[in-house]
């Protein structure tokens, strides 16, 4: 709970040979699917083994690093980048504040 917002590890940039590039995304993109969004303090219970596990992606802090966050989805877009998850560029919960 302590780096909610306040630092990001995330991937910034990837190498990877041409020839594996497509599958590559495609995996990453199911990875990312596959992850659980929301809440620091919101647990998830796995009906099969009751294990708990809590947000591997929480909110960004405020609406300004939202709309950041969009811009730099669109400014890539616009230079050839395709989103490839389902989910991708949407945003979740509310918007207002």
């Known amino acids: 709970l302590s780096y909610n917002g306040q630092r990001c590890t995330a991937l910034k940039l990837l ?7 497509q599958g590559f ?16 303090w919101e647990k998830k219970e796995n009906p099969k083994d009751g294990t ?13 690093r939202v709309d950041y966050m969009q811009a730099l989805i669109q400014d890539a877009v ?15 919960g509310n918007q207002d504040e």
């Open 15 to 21: 190498f990877v040979p041409k020839d594996k590039s």
């Open 25 to 40: 995304a495609s995996m990453l993109a199911e990875r990312v699917e596959n992850l659980h969004v929301g809440l620091p």
């Open 52 to 64: 708990i596990t809590y947000p591997q992606i929480t909110p960004l802090p405020n609406r300004d």
């Open 78 to 92: 616009s230079k050839g980048a395709r989103v490839m998850n389902k989910n991708g560029g949407m945003i979740i």
